[in-house]
């Protein structure tokens, strides 16, 4: 069963088309990321979503509900939690979560949460008094309080320390374990990779790659062979293989879609030669490099391959 269902979704401003015709599900359980460089229509969709914006045209059901007209119902049965939110600089946490649990039906308790987003140490702390990734984890509590079905979370980890990411990746994972239900904003690759089981990526509005991160991640690149050119060889000496292979200087890489059958026949064909391939290496792209792709970007590093080979 399906927790969110978009069909067709438009937004415009002015003369601009954020959002064009987006579509996508994201089944009960589920947690789904939207990625997508600024401007992609992102913020916007999720807004809608959220009931936050209207939308010009296109289906919309979140939990059964319209977020347009779903009003208190609605939101009662959701958490957001923004990438920058306000809050009153001169509650204690555990005031403020107490105060946030108020606005809800069946809320957890706010010692439990403060406790499982990391911040028991500062429950009776101000809020004026805490560090930048302290308050992403207040967000996180606010957003927690009130036992949502469905979680939007918009960055959640920026201006975390490496450990701290590791908690909420890990806090994610339980609350996926729980039932609840996510849908994810970020920027980093690596946590949606990590964390999401299926992603959407936008770009100029429209949804250009839907699906779990490894079946993109093969779809889109396979896995790599890399090795250096054997001295007193060229290209035109290896043997045929089936993915593309592509020579920078000395340097070799094979894009494959079936790595055990090049890999084999580069071996076998050094090993009738009495020859080694050094730095020979096999790499499964990560979704970074998908992502750079569909997006039509290109790694820093990847440009000043690029830029010196031409």
């Not at 809800?104 to 406790?115: F, L, S």
Request: hydrophobic share 40%; net charge negative; aromatic share 6%.
């Amino acid at each position: 069963m399906s927790a969110v269902i978009v069909e067709g979704l438009r937004k415009r401003y002015g003369a601009v088309q954020a959002v064009d015709g987006v579509s996508f599900t994201v089944a009960r359980g589920e947690v789904f990321a939207l990625l997508g460089p600024n401007g992609a229509g992102k913020t916007t969709t999720v807004e809608i979503l959220e009931g936050h914006r209207s939308r010009d045209a296109g289906e919309v059901s979140v939990l059964g509900f319209d977020p347009a007209t779903g009003g208190r119902a609605y939101r009662e049965h959701i958490g957001i939690v923004l990438q920058e939110a306000g809050f009153e600089e001169e509650f204690s946490v555990f005031e403020l979560v107490r105060l946030y649990a108020g606005f809800y039906p069946n809320p957890r308790h706010p010692d439990e949460v403060v406790e499982q987003v990391g911040l028991k140490d500062k429950r009776d702390a101000r809020v004026r008094t805490l560090s930048g990734g302290q308050r992403r984890r207040l967000d996180l509590a606010l957003g927690l309080v009130g036992r949502p079905e469905l979680l939007f979370l918009d960055e959640p980890t920026t201006g975390f320390d490496p450990s701290a990411r590791h908690h909420a990746w890990q806090l994610i994972d339980g609350l996926r374990s729980s039932g609840t239900t996510i849908l994810l904003t970020t920027h980093y690759m690596d946590e949606a990779q990590h964390l999401a089981d299926r992603v959407a990526v936008l770009r100029e509005g429209r949804v250009v790659a839907c699906g779990a991160p490894g079946t993109l991640i093969a779809a889109e690149h396979g896995s790599v062979l890399s090795f250096r050119l054997p001295a007193g060889t060229t290209a035109a000496d290896l043997p045929p293989v089936t993915g593309r292979l592509e020579l920078r200087g000395t340097d070799v890489s094979v894009q494959t879609a079936q790595p055990l059958r090049d890999l084999h026949a580069l071996t076998g064909w050094a090993l009738q030669r009495g020859i080694e391939l050094t730095s020979l290496s096999l790499a499964r792209p990560s979704l970074e490099d998908v992502y750079l792709d569909l997006v039509g970007e290109t790694a820093p590093q990847q440009r000043a391959d690029r830029e010196a080979a031409s």
